[in-house]
């Protein structure tokens, strides 16, 4: 905090510390050669990395003048708005009522940003990249410790007796005390790079590419590469599970004992569980090394995986989806899988028997009845699932299940959890239409709880408090297969909630909150807290203490309020000129965070039990979004067109001719508005997005039949199969009436 209050006397005047650190870090060799000739950045970090480096002492200073501008940028980055941030990027666009806050005065110009991204990507990609060959050449100069090995992959070990005894017997080392070791560099630069992605993906301002580095890999094998190196690190985990469980139960058998040791043979058990911990998170660091060592890309897609290009991406999720189906269902395909099971349940132990993923959903029920059948499948869901759709006279609905109910089923259940219901909604929406969990869930249900005179904390309480959070839970495993199966939704959510979807890889949630992130959940909330963080008077006359006001309602009911206090005793402290940035802090943290932390925590849960987070954390919160619904961009008529499957009497023959119809149809959707062919693609898809990759990924693909010759019919649809039922029209004034009419009504829709 004081670098980032202090000035620094120049002969241009006084300038903020990260200005003046800025100013000469950028005029340093080092800069500027990672600038210039990216191929120098292995051979400059295994000099500062190598304990028995040469290295001059300028080249000292220069490293330590990086990382100490790197600390105090990444501080402030942490700590200023998009406001603060932007005023120094467009400073004729953002401008400052009053006099220069501290924060926009460190603020850097957009070339500075854009220098120091490339700077900064350089630096992570080798870090990541090239980690084995760069530990490599260190340990041909020097032997290499397991402590460094340990402060490398993070595992903890590490003592400060075990640093000083080893920098004592090399002499050499102690004109490094300062050198970061590789894994404290690059957790540096990867937290700087990062924070400038995310700054540029919630508001882009660099160039559309600047963060791709597709010039570092072979792109045409990228995918089947990663796959392999999938593959190869799975072979690695799965052979080291079984002794890691062990020592694992060893250890927590151990842990049971921390703490309270009274005896001599407690101490002893105690020193046997540490030695057993150490020697697991050696074997642990020595895994995890190989597994960097043989998937060098996998490690880039890990911690900087906006560097490769989104379709490709995509490709990647797509092969790790079918790759996790083929090794569950051993080879088979959907329908191979559904007999098997079907005729031998206990084939693969632990299975779920084919009946259990059979269900009977009741139209206007849907939500319900799937929640009902199929909660329990858990992980299993991933399997394919077999759907009769029911009248209110439980008559069963024609149709065999090939994909397309599964999709109509699945769709129907999102479109019925996301929008209004009666009782407590599972998700609410901002002013865009955005949605996100509803934060004040469980305060309504405790609120109709206490109405309905059930003890709080009782089992019943218990049980209806769990109810709700699986149907969360339920919620995210049905928007997980969707994902999982390929199948587009029409649903938005909002940008806060999605970044918490790729918050953690290994399952952690580790979504903070912040400013930011607010104008997605409440821009007027938003904008107050941006007037409190800018006011140039006294703070203290707004009479705002810490503490924060719930508002909880439930339909033909009064508002609620639920006053919490935002820090213990908040009620009693004031907000000051002095506090407000803290205050604001804990209000960001509230309403993101710990509000909907019940909510959001069991959505995830169900959600990560079928796309695992290192695949979601490829993803920006944009891309995440595109891969739910679908492309936003131009509807492309002709991509649609060459991949639209004809049957009936539309169907090409020997000729390859089209049906003077067909001709008609593609002949309207070429003159209809953009607006108009997502309605039409909305009509007979439910969605109005295309697939990411293109129409050929759309599953099953665009079809029309013929629908009779009827004039005056109107189009229909079966939107379970992509099926558009186009009437046999004369004219193309004719069809585009009908086609238009039939898409804003709605009418004609069936379920064949």
Same mark, same amino acid.
């Given at each position: 905090?004081?670098?980032?209050?202090?000035?620094?006397?120049?002969?241009?005047?006084?300038?903020?510390?990260?200005?003046?650190?800025?100013?000469?870090?950028?005029?340093?060799?080092?800069?500027?050669?990672?600038?210039?000739?990216?191929?120098?950045?292995?051979?400059?970090?295994?000099?500062?990395?190598?304990?028995?480096?040469?290295?001059?002492?300028?080249?000292?200073?220069?490293?330590?003048?990086?990382?100490?501008?790197?600390?105090?940028?990444?501080?402030?980055?942490?700590?200023?708005?998009?406001? #603060?941030?932007?005023?120094? &990027?467009?400073?004729?666009?953002?401008?400052?009522?009053?006099?220069?806050?501290?924060?926009?005065?460190?603020?850097?110009?957009?070339?500075?940003?854009?220098?120091?991204?490339?700077?900064?990507?350089?630096?992570?990609?080798?870090?990541?990249?090239?980690?084995?060959?760069?530990?490599? *050449?260190?340990?041909?100069?020097?032997?290499? +410790?397991?402590?460094?090995?340990?402060?490398?992959?993070?595992?903890?070990?590490?003592?400060?007796?075990?640093?000083?005894?080893?920098?004592?017997?090399?002499?050499?080392?102690?004109?490094?005390?300062?050198?970061?070791?590789?894994?404290?560099?690059?957790?540096?630069?990867?937290? /700087?790079?990062?924070?400038?992605?995310?700054?540029?993906?919630?508001?882009?301002?660099?160039?559309?590419?600047?963060?791709?580095?597709?010039?570092?890999?072979?792109?045409? *094998?990228?995918?089947?590469?990663?796959?392999?190196?999938?593959?190869?690190?799975?072979?690695?985990?799965?052979?080291?599970? #079984?002794?890691?469980?062990?020592?694992?139960?060893?250890?927590?058998? *151990?842990?049971?004992?921390?703490?309270?040791?009274?005896?001599?043979?407690?101490?002893?058990?105690?020193?046997?569980?540490?030695?057993?911990?150490?020697?697991?998170?050696?074997?642990?660091?020595?895994?995890?090394?190989?597994?960097?060592?043989?998937?060098?890309?996998?490690?880039?897609?890990?911690?900087?995986?906006?560097?490769?290009?989104?379709?490709?991406?995509?490709?990647?999720?797509?092969?790790?989806?079918?790759?996790?189906?083929?090794?569950?269902?051993?080879?088979?395909?959907?329908?191979?899988?559904?007999?098997?099971?079907?005729?031998?349940?206990?084939?693969?132990?632990?299975?779920?028997?084919?009946?259990?993923?059979?269900?009977?959903?009741?139209?206007?029920?849907?939500?319900?009845?799937?929640?009902?059948?199929?909660?329990?499948?858990?992980?299993?869901?991933?399997?394919?699932?077999?759907?009769?759709?029911?009248?209110?006279?439980?008559?069963?609905?024609?149709?065999?299940?090939?994909?397309?109910?599964?999709?109509?089923?699945?769709? +129907?259940?999102?479109?019925?959890?996301?929008?209004?219901?009666?009782?407590?909604?599972?998700?609410?929406?901002?002013?865009?239409?955005?949605?996100?969990?509803?934060?004040?869930?469980?305060?309504?249900?405790?609120?109709?709880?206490?109405?309905?005179?059930?003890?709080?904390?009782?089992?019943?309480?218990?049980?209806?408090?769990?109810?709700?959070?699986?149907?969360?839970?339920?919620?995210?495993?049905?928007?997980?297969?969707?994902?999982?199966?390929?199948?587009?939704?029409?649903?938005?959510?909002?940008?806060?909630?999605?970044?918490?979807? &790729?918050?953690?890889?290994?399952?952690?949630?580790?979504?903070?909150?912040?400013?930011? #992130?607010?104008?997605?959940?409440?821009?007027?909330?938003?904008?107050?807290?941006?007037?409190?963080?800018?006011?140039?008077?006294?703070?203290?006359?707004?009479?705002?203490?810490?503490?924060?006001?719930?508002?909880?309602?439930?339909?033909?009911?009064?508002?609620?309020?639920?006053?919490?206090?935002?820090?213990?005793?908040?009620?009693?402290?004031?907000?000051?000129? #002095?506090?407000?940035?803290?205050?604001?802090?804990?209000? /960001?943290?509230?309403?993101?965070?710990?509000?909907?932390?019940?909510?959001?925590?069991?959505?995830?849960?169900?959600?990560?039990?079928? &796309?695992?987070?290192?695949?979601?954390?490829?993803?920006?919160?944009?891309?995440?979004?595109?891969?739910?619904?679908?492309?936003?961009?131009?509807?492309? &008529?002709?991509?649609?067109?060459?991949?639209?499957?004809?049957?009936?009497?539309?169907?090409?023959?020997?000729?390859?001719?089209?049906?003077?119809?067909?001709?008609?149809?593609?002949?309207?959707?070429?003159?209809?508005?953009?607006?108009?062919?997502?309605?039409?693609?909305?009509?007979?898809?439910?969605?109005?997005?295309?697939?990411?990759?293109?129409?050929?990924?759309?599953?099953?693909?665009?079809?029309?039949?013929?629908?009779?010759?009827?004039?005056?019919?109107?189009?229909?649809?079966?939107?379970?199969?992509?099926?558009?039922?186009?009437?046999?029209?004369?004219?193309?004034?004719?069809?585009?009436?009908?086609?238009?009419?039939?898409? +804003?009504?709605?009418?004609?829709?069936?379920?064949?």
């Amino acid at each position: 905090m004081r670098l980032f209050l202090g000035d620094v006397s120049t002969g241009l005047g006084s300038l903020p510390t990260i200005q003046f650190l800025w100013q000469a870090m950028s005029q340093t060799t080092i800069y500027k050669q990672i600038l210039q000739n990216s191929a120098s950045v292995q051979v400059l970090l295994r000099d500062y990395l190598s304990k028995s480096s040469k290295s001059s002492d300028s080249h000292e200073q220069e490293w330590r003048l990086v990382l100490l501008f790197l600390e105090l940028y990444i501080f402030i980055l942490r700590l200023s708005d998009d406001e #603060d941030f932007f005023s120094g &990027i467009f400073p004729d666009i953002i401008k400052s009522e009053g006099p220069t806050s501290r924060l926009r005065a460190c603020g850097l110009s957009l070339s500075e940003v854009k220098n120091l991204t490339i700077v900064l990507k350089h630096l992570a990609f080798t870090l990541h990249y090239n980690a084995a060959d760069i530990l490599q *050449g260190i340990q041909h100069s020097e032997p290499i +410790s397991m402590t460094q090995l340990e402060s490398y992959f993070g595992s903890g070990n590490s003592t400060a007796k075990t640093s000083k005894e080893a920098r004592s017997q090399d002499p050499r080392a102690n004109a490094a005390d300062t050198r970061l070791d590789l894994g404290s560099l690059r957790s540096i630069v990867t937290t /700087a790079l990062r924070l400038l992605y995310e700054r540029d993906s919630r508001r882009p301002f660099l160039p559309r590419d600047h963060w791709l580095m597709t010039s570092k890999f072979d792109m045409e *094998g990228f995918v089947s590469a990663v796959v392999a190196e999938q593959e190869r690190q799975n072979e690695v985990s799965d052979s080291s599970d #079984d002794e890691d469980g062990e020592v694992d139960e060893d250890t927590n058998m *151990g842990g049971l004992h921390s703490g309270i040791i009274h005896t001599v043979a407690g101490q002893r058990v105690s020193r046997h569980a540490q030695i057993e911990k150490l020697r697991a998170q050696q074997r642990k660091a020595q895994r995890d090394r190989l597994l960097a060592v043989i998937g060098p890309k996998l490690e880039i897609l890990r911690h900087m995986p906006f560097v490769i290009p989104f379709d490709t991406r995509v490709q990647i999720f797509r092969q790790f989806v079918y790759l996790d189906k083929h090794k569950r269902r051993e080879g088979m395909d959907a329908d191979q899988w559904r007999m098997t099971m079907l005729h031998n349940p206990l084939r693969s132990p632990g299975r779920s028997p084919a009946g259990r993923h059979h269900g009977k959903i009741r139209r206007g029920q849907v939500f319900k009845d799937a929640f009902e059948q199929f909660y329990e499948l858990g992980e299993g869901l991933k399997e394919p699932i077999q759907i009769q759709f029911v009248d209110q006279f439980d008559t069963v609905e024609a149709g065999i299940d090939g994909g397309g109910v599964t999709k109509e089923f699945l769709t +129907s259940v999102t479109t019925e959890a996301f929008g209004p219901r009666d009782g407590i909604s599972l998700f609410t929406a901002n002013s865009k239409g955005l949605l996100y969990p509803n934060p004040t869930a469980m305060d309504e249900l405790r609120q109709v709880l206490k109405r309905a005179g059930v003890p709080e904390r009782s089992a019943d309480w218990q049980d209806q408090v769990q109810s709700l959070l699986r149907q969360f839970e339920f919620l995210g495993r049905i928007v997980g297969k969707c994902m999982y199966e390929g199948i587009l939704v029409d649903i938005a959510f909002a940008g806060f909630f999605l970044l918490k979807w &790729i918050s953690g890889q290994t399952g952690e949630n580790s979504y903070r909150g912040n400013v930011n #992130d607010l104008r997605d959940l409440d821009e007027e909330l938003y904008q107050g807290m941006l007037r409190l963080k800018n006011h140039h008077g006294n703070v203290a006359d707004w009479a705002l203490d810490f503490t924060l006001n719930d508002q909880v309602s439930l339909p033909g009911e009064p508002v609620r309020t639920v006053t919490r206090n935002l820090i213990p005793n908040g009620e009693n402290v004031t907000v000051t000129n #002095d506090n407000r940035l803290l205050y604001i802090s804990y209000v /960001a943290r509230h309403r993101l965070v710990a509000q909907p932390a019940q909510q959001t925590a069991a959505f995830l849960r169900g959600l990560r039990s079928i &796309i695992a987070p290192a695949w979601l954390s490829m993803f920006n919160q944009n891309e995440l979004q595109r891969l739910v619904g679908g492309d936003s961009s131009e509807i492309d &008529i002709e991509d649609l067109r060459q991949n639209t499957v004809y049957s009936g009497l539309y169907e090409i023959g020997d000729d390859g001719l089209e049906h003077p119809t067909v001709q008609l149809f593609w002949k309207v959707m070429t003159s209809f508005s953009d607006r108009e062919r997502r309605d039409v693609l909305k009509y007979v898809t439910s969605t109005p997005r295309a697939p990411l990759l293109g129409f050929s990924q759309l599953s099953p693909r665009f079809s029309i039949r013929d629908g009779g010759e009827d004039q005056e019919r109107l189009p229909s649809t079966s939107t379970c199969v992509n099926l558009l039922k186009l009437p046999r029209y004369k004219n193309q004034e004719t069809l585009r009436q009908k086609l238009l009419y039939a898409v +804003s009504s709605g009418a004609g829709f069936d379920l064949s």
